[in-house]
């Protein structure tokens, strides 16, 4: 089992930033890829970045030069820094991880463990 929490979600006007944290839990398993993905209310899912765990990553193009994925390996922890956050932007994050595929994958059917959720609200 691979546990993954949330933090760092919040409430901005439009341009301004936020950072996303993710800590996963240790255990046996080995991540390959992990990502983050958001949900509007009223629409479906949609991944808006990932990385592999050779440090590939791939972005949508909405968000492309404004979020940035990384990981920090030895906290075990992925971070989304957000810039220039738009309304749009508005929608619960959440934090995905992969055990068995290895590419920057925007499928979601490719990752096997989800977290809970932290909030992003842009509006001014």
């Known amino acids: 089992q691979v546990q993954l929490v949330e933090s760092g979600g919040g409430s901005v006007q439009p341009g301004g930033s936020l950072r996303l944290s993710c800590e996963a839990s240790?255990?046996?398993?080995?991540?390959?890829?992990m990502g983050w993905y958001r949900q509007a209310q009223g629409k479906q899912r949609e991944m808006v970045a990932t990385?592999?765990?050779?440090?590939?990553?791939n972005y949508i193009d909405s968000v492309k030069g404004r979020f940035t994925i990384s990981a920090d390996n030895a906290k075990n922890t992925l971070y989304l820094q957000m810039i220039n956050l738009k309304p749009e932007d508005t929608a619960v994050y959440y934090c995905?991880?992969?055990?068995?595929?290895?590419?920057?994958?925007?499928?979601?059917?490719?990752?096997?463990?989800w977290g809970q959720g932290t909030q992003v609200i842009v509006s001014s």
């Open positions: 990385i592999t765990s050779g440090s590939v990553t």
């Open positions: 240790r255990s046996h398993f080995s991540i390959n890829a």
């Open positions: 995905a991880a992969s055990t068995w595929f290895s590419e920057p994958t925007m499928d979601l059917g490719k990752y096997d463990y």
